[in-house]
């Protein structure tokens, strides 16, 4: 039983990651609506900082999950397996490339990230107007990307554990205790 | 002829006496910027349009006076977002203040190629005295002056209502400014 759960750690993760990633996009789409203002200035700074923790926090959970052997798959046809695998690599893959995007898109556009207001980053290309608007696309089509592969992965979660009953959800429980009281 | 010697006579005593009918500011080769901090967030403006009346003499005890006038729609950004937002009414409020001055009240010397201005500036209806410690440099028939000081841009209302929150937007804004001169006498 226990080897067919995550470890603590990625557990921790995951979680930390949905909610943080989730903030993200939440905050991206609802900021650029704003007119230029106090608010939007300040949802935009929190918005990098909370990006580039994105990025700081899938790097380690890269490190993780390449150097931890994840649970055996449960059994399900080979073309789920592959499209939920799939689906995984994608979304590794854009937990780095949409915080990047974003980053050098700030770059771009002159302003600079500082962490927390307290940290300069370095600059990762120099200012650059026309450069700065193709990142800006780039940056949003990942990310909506993300989104959309996101929710993917949770209609797939759901699909499995109302339709399927294979109980893969308590995988990722980061409370196991309530399920042996269960 | 002898008419045309009296004209010519008169107006090199002119320049005598009143060195500043030729003392020019240079615009190609001047720069006055500014920087502050948005959320710790540097940002670095300047401005591409102002002139200036001179009438300094490095020699004198009592060296003159200098008056900048600066287009305050002439501010220049790196991003086109900030520069809309710079001439709105919260900011410079460019259509009724188009124009920010500095004029120096008193200058005296520092030490060698040193001079501290005392002046008045004002922005956006308020005057401010200022003390600017400004640094001259010869290159050439070009003298060069060079200086910073730092402003409380709450001082003159530039970022009102909801834009004074200096957690936002700093309040401290560092201006500098190289300022290119012709036609002041050598020290």
């Given at each position: 039983m ?5 470890s ?34 300040r ?5 990098k ?73 370095p ?39 109302l ?20 | ?47 591409s ?122 309040n ?16």
């Amino acid at each position: 039983m226990h080897e067919q759960r995550y470890s603590q750690t990625a557990i921790a993760i995951h979680w930390l990651a949905a909610l943080g990633i989730t903030a993200a996009i939440a905050m991206g789409v609802y900021m650029v609506a704003l007119p230029m203002s106090p608010a939007r200035l300040r949802l935009i700074n929190w918005h990098k900082w909370l990006g580039v923790s994105i990025l700081v926090l899938s790097t380690v959970r890269l490190l993780w999950r390449l150097t931890h052997r994840p649970p055996a798959d449960l059994p399900m046809p080979s073309w789920q397996l592959r499209a939920a695998h799939l689906v995984h690599g994608v979304m590794y893959a854009l937990f780095f490339a949409v915080p990047l995007t974003g980053w050098t898109y700030s770059s771009a556009a002159g302003f600079p990230v500082v962490l927390f207001g307290v940290l300069p980053l370095p600059d990762l290309v120099s200012p650059d107007t026309s450069l700065a608007a193709v990142l800006k696309a780039l940056h949003v089509t990942l990310a909506l990307t993300l989104g959309a592969v996101i929710t993917l992965h949770v209609m797939a979660v759901i699909k499995h554990q109302l339709i399927d009953r294979d109980g893969i959800l308590s995988r990722m429980d980061p409370w196991p205790i309530r399920n042996l009281e269960a | 002829m002898k008419s045309l010697r009296r004209i010519t006579c008169c107006a090199s005593a002119l320049l005598v006496f009143f060195p500043a009918y030729a003392q020019k500011l240079e615009p190609a080769q001047s720069e006055i910027s500014f920087a502050f901090k948005q959320m710790g967030v540097p940002v670095e403006g300047r401005f591409s349009t102002f002139a200036g009346q001179f009438s300094f003499d490095p020699k004198k005890a009592d060296p003159g006076k200098v008056v900048l006038i600066i287009d305050t729609g002439s501010a220049r950004f790196g991003s086109p977002d900030t520069q809309t937002e710079a001439v709105k009414a919260e900011w410079f409020n460019v259509a009724k203040f188009p124009q920010a001055t500095l004029e120096s009240t008193a200058i005296a010397a520092a030490g060698p190629g040193k001079y501290d201005l005392t002046g008045r500036l004002s922005i956006k209806g308020v005057a401010r005295e200022v003390r600017i410690p400004v640094a001259l440099a010869r290159a050439g028939a070009i003298t060069v002056a060079t200086g910073a000081f730092t402003l409380k841009r709450l001082d003159f209302k530039i970022g009102e209502g909801d834009w004074s929150d200096p957690s936002m937007v700093a309040n401290d804004v560092q201006v500098k400014f190289k300022l290119a001169l012709s036609g002041i006498a050598a020290p």
